[in-house]
């Protein structure tokens, strides 16, 4: 049995399936006989010291939690800077760790979260302290470098395509006398992954989604709009994906999410989706519907991806590993060894090639119009959303999703000022 | 073998299961070897002459409407006049179901179809021309006079209230560093029944969602506010379910959805989440994010509740018994028959005394503060949610859903202008 240990903690925006991942750490490190700590609200947790016992929780919690959205420990959305210009924090981590013995810290989260976990490797030799610093993938997002997907993103993509090709059906029924155009916004400020991911619910010019718009390819209203008239009159409606985050030539949001004021000085929030539908109301004359998923794209664990799930927890896993093994500065990465059959399996790269940067769609991804998905996006996504892993529901026709005691450790720390 | 044709037609905002009342009658008449036709996008079809001829589909594709969203022969929002104002609409009917020798006619739809369907009913003494019509309930809203619960409404409901709990994880993860209030926008122009599934979802003041916006109640601003801010106070975070058509006490829509006009005089669409969700970012300072399921939440076969798809086949069968009966003017309507356990049976009921009634949420089933639902809404609500019916998925990871033939009818009439 390794004496001391490991710290998990969740960062930036949840997943359906970053529980999937935590359930898997605990129970290979249960398994190895090590105790694992949660720190709340990921670094927050740490830097507070408000840190949780996971061995109060029964293995039945820790087993639910693979099919349990959300992030059970609590995330947090906060950015460490370099050691010189933050070195009360990093001092004040290296007095958590060792007041609780943490040798193993992982850090699950996307890019910013792979920079935090990279600067909290340097304690190591920074302070000479015996620490294994390990950063777990997940974003639905899909735009973290060197791994072939993000644990998170099959299962969001699958959200996306099953429900686009659904609410197509439903446009599809009502169009002769009803919505003619409908546009559903999918998460995506730099990269479209998302967007791409609708597209494997139609095939060809017809089905739909007709029109996938990408941040990667700047937006023309004037050719949309032709696009958008072209296939109403061709098929008699047109459904439209569109990414949060797409821009004009100029490089302006055609939507800012935050909004505007309105004549009152009252904020007019609104995304792309709503902007493009009023849009094509006021230049096109057709009657629109537009859908806003939100946060319903990135917590729906009841039409996860089973590729996704199974991928989620070998991170997971493979972190504890690495951890265990000394493994300083690295990150389990998905590495895609066949195609068809599609296989994978889990290695190891070092942080300092994920932190910071952001991987979008590949050129070849995107249809040369600008509005579709390649064959070649299409062999790509497709093997990510495959299979179901739907959770147990109750006599109450509701997914039974686990809440955790999340039992604090007593504090032996004073307080700390952020 | 009764002589004669039964014709079909789908109207008003398709559903999850509509197509599940399709294949149950289509299946029913085969068995009673009685032809069915199909009308093209509701009565506007019948009016056309644009009928299409089920028996040139496979059994297997019949069956697999049963776990098809949308609506399979297409639906229209069109309502007839009285037989005085659009005489040369029902006599063209009643030439075209004269030349197909239509004597069944049943009308799949909600408040204004069963107004349609009772108009049409009356052609058969009007004329006396040998005809059973028959309404089939469906609707999302579940606002259908009479019977229990509207078939579509379960599946929204199960939607609606797993959607709500799987977001209020993502919400209650992040809460602590970033979106402290989140709102989800309901269907429900004038009765709350969406809104009310989503109190499924959480079980007292602490569990999400915290707060249930009713059109059957006006809304308060400055109340809301208060209830919203206690809500961040005491739990960490807020979320809101908001029915689309909520009103203040003189009356006005909170938001409309149609929009307003920016001022550049473009067109703003918006609904009730943003809106609400702007209002608490100014009033209360909070960082807010919405969702706008919009048609996502009325077409999600593949969270279908196993109740609500026996309904919908259920008064599919019973419409046919009913038209085969010779009953005209009525619809099968669905008697809750047994609490625990639920049970239920189908009835006739009269088409008057459905047609253009709209049921809103009894008094006793909102909370007395306004902003949740009762133990008698829940016991009322929880039975129709229950069972799982997911659709059969493909090797590609998407639901397999049918799409028809659809083969037209060889007309024999002339062009009818509308």
Redesign the interface.
Known sequence: MPSGTLLYA?SG??T?VINATASAVIQSARARRVRVLAAR?GI?GALREELIDTSKEPIAAIRALAH?????F?????KLKSLKDDRAKYERLLEVFRAHDVRWFLYNGGNDSADTALKVSRLAREFDYPLACVGVPKTVDNDLAVTDCCPGFGSAA?YT???V??????????A????KV?VYEAMGRHAGWLAAAAG??GNGADEAPHLLLFPERPFDEADFFAKVRATVERVGYCVVVASEGIRTADGGFVADAG?GK??FG?????GVA?HL???V??ALGYK?????????Q??????A?K?DLQQAIAVGAAAVDYALAGMNAVMPVIVRTGEAPYRWTVQPAPLSKIANKEKTMPAGFIRRDGYGITDKARRYL?PL????A?PP?G?????Q?VALKNVPVRRRLPDFVL
């Not at 959303?385 to 179901?388: H, L, Q």
Request: overall charge neutral; aromatic content about 6%; some cysteine.
């Open positions: 969740q925006g949840v359906a609200n927050l349990t959205p959300g992030g059970a609590g995330s947090c959305r906060v699958k395509a099953v429900s090709r659904e609410a197509a059906l439903d446009v599809a029924a009502m002769d006398t009803s919505t409908f494997l619910a909004g309105d004549s009252h904020t007019q929030l609104g709503s539908a009023g849009r109301k006021d629109v519907h537009w859908a806003l998923p939100d946060y319903l990135r917590s729906a664990r009841h039409v991806s590729t497709e959303i495959r299979g179901e739907p529901y006599r109450d026709g509701l997914p999703y």
